[in-house]
Structures are given as C-alpha cells and as structure tokens.
C-alpha cells in the first residue's frame, strides 16, 4: 500500500545532523509515510549512519555527488506518496509538522504548497529566534517597510522580494505540484526559490503561523560557499521571473505609482542591478535559450556575469544574508 506522504532528505556531509533530521521525520504524529534518504556522494559517514537506522519506512539511496536539485529530483522520482515533502540533512521537523501541513492541504485542495514559520537555530540547537514568512529576519535591510511589497500581506508579491520560505525544508506539497512545476533546476542557493516562483505565478500557497520546521545555521551552510555564486543566481531568478508577474494585468491593479515605488524598494540583488537587467534582456528578448545556458557552467555569458558580480561585492564588501540573519538574532539576545 503506498504511504499518504514522501518526505525526501537529500543529504551531504551532515553526518553530526542527519540522524536528527531522520528521527524527527520518522518521529512525527502521522505515520503514514516514507522517508527516502539520496546521499548525494557524502564523503563522511553520513551513509554510513542513516543505513545504521532500522525502521522498515525508511529506504537509503546512495548516488555520486549531482547537487542538492539532483538528489531532489532522484528522490521525487522514486517516491510513491501523494504528498511530497523535504528535508534538508542539517534540519529537524517538529513532531507535528506533517500532520498539520497536509491537514492544510487536504481542506484546501487547490493551495499548491504548504510550509510554516521557522525556528532558527544554531550548531548545537539552540534556538536563535523565529522567521515569521516575510514579517521579519530579511535578508538584507529594508530601510522602509511600508513602501515595499512587504505591506501588501500577499504571498505573491512578497515572493518577488525575499525567499521568506527560506530552505527546500519547508515545502510541503500535492504529488500533482511537483508533476505541474517540477522538476527542480541546477541552482546551488536559489532552486527553492525558483520553484517556489514557479508554482506561486499560477497557484495558491499557504504559510502556516507556527514554527514547525528547525533550520540550522552553522559554518558548513551551502549559502556560505560562494557569495558571487550565489547573487548571480538571485540575479537570475529575479531576471526570469520578475517579468512574467510584472507582465500580468492583475499585478497593476494596485496602482501604477504604488507599483513603481514598491518596485524601486523591493527588488535588491546587493548592488548587481546591471546584471540582473542584463540577463532580464537576454532571457526575454534575446536568442532562444538563453534561460538555460545562462546556468550552464563554463557559458562565456555566465562568466561575465560573474565577474561583474564578484567586482561590485569586492568593492562594496557586501555582507552574506546568513550571517547577517544570525548577528540580528544573537544581538537581540534570543535563546
């Protein structure tokens, strides 16, 4: 008989966090699930520990190293529930995370995806504080508030100015979402939000108002390997979809003006302003697939990017969205 919901871990290198994340999967109040762990060619002994848990729900998939979208999708493809979920190897859900996601999704039928409020925390699990969707921790500063997408309280727009999902974590979603918007594409920091856009420019999400997912920050976080690589990748998102929800009438019908003002507040890609309307050109008016070889490594394109990327953070020392997320909260003296 196949299980109510596939909750898909793809894990690297977190042997100190994977049982954690396993257990509390495993630990939730609804049981009717499968747990499908893909080691992404984790070079501890991250495997080693997973294979090392006996629970006849869980199944281990281990393959050579194709990043966190690859192991996504392997898992996705091989998952047998009618609602899928994530987690990253690092977090920890609360025990009663499925249960109410999918309550979520089962008295609403049309919302798309489902996640919750997050709890941050640190190495050792202490917690530093909680992001309430797009009300709070952005991820870089909002002088005012007010005149940004943020004062809409529409999940929508607010999309277009932050991941507040945060982390693939948080999805909660119907099999037929992932079949509609999938499959997850080749981005290191930014494939959740890209997926996130994707569903949300033509279907319902929802947040739920509690903290029921723990992420983890500490000094292996993937959002801290490369800062370049990562804004090109927020330029990219941003150059791809922004014209598509600028591009439909319902977007305006707050107002030209409003639109305008929000539009200069809200869309911050750290100085790079060039690049994202560079690729935003390319994409929607230049040659055919553009989209695609924009990501594909060693395109000539994506490498002057990237220089002019690297150039703008070097000359205004740019500071990572991770670490500004953690000085906030410890400096608020949260535990």
């Not at 009618?82 to 039928?109: G, H, T, W």
């Not at 890609?269 to 055919?288: E, F, K, N």
Request: glycine share 8%.
């Amino acid at each position: 008989m196949k299980p109510l919901v596939s909750v898909v871990i793809p894990s690297y290198n977190h042997a100190a966090y994977v049982t954690l994340a396993v257990r509390s999967v495993l630990d939730q109040t609804l049981r009717d699930l499968e747990v499908l762990v893909v080691d992404d060619g984790s070079r501890d002994d991250s495997l080693a520990r997973v294979r090392a848990i006996e629970d006849p729900r869980l199944r281990v998939i281990a393959q050579e190293n194709r990043g966190t979208h690859g192991a996504l999708n392997r898992g996705f493809g091989e998952a047998q529930g009618r609602y899928f979920a994530i987690l990253n190897s690092d977090d920890r859900y609360l025990p009663q995370r499925l249960e109410k996601a999918v309550a979520a999704l089962q008295a609403e039928p049309g919302l798309a995806l489902v996640g919750s409020w997050i709890e941050v925390v640190d190495a050792g699990g202490r917690r530093l504080g909680v992001k309430e969707g797009w009300a709070n921790l952005d991820p870089w500063p909002v002088a005012a508030p007010a005149a940004t997408f943020k004062a809409d309280g529409d999940p929508r727009t607010a999309l277009l100015m932050q991941n507040y999902w945060a982390t693939t974590s948080n999805y909660v979603l119907p099999r037929e979402s992932y079949e509609a918007f999938g499959p997850f594409r080749p981005l290191r920091f930014a494939h959740d939000w890209d997926f996130a856009l994707r569903v949300q420019h033509q279907r319902p999400a929802r947040l739920l108002q509690e903290p029921l997912l723990q992420y983890r920050v500490h000094s292996a976080n993937t959002i801290r390997e490369d800062r370049a690589a990562m804004v090109y990748e927020i330029c990219w998102v941003m150059a791809v979809h922004l014209p598509r929800y600028l591009g439909e009438a319902a977007f305006w019908q707050a107002g030209a003006t409003r639109r305008a003002g929000q539009l200069l507040r809200s869309i911050h890609v750290y100085g790079c302003d060039p690049v994202l309307w560079g690729m935003a050109a390319l994409i929607h008016q230049g040659p055919p697939g553009m989209e695609e070889r924009l990501l594909a490594e060693g395109d000539e394109t994506r490498a002057l990017y990237l220089a002019e990327i690297r150039r703008t953070l070097e000359a205004e020392g740019t500071q990572g969205r991770l670490g500004r997320w953690v000085r906030r909260l410890r400096g608020r003296g949260r535990g």
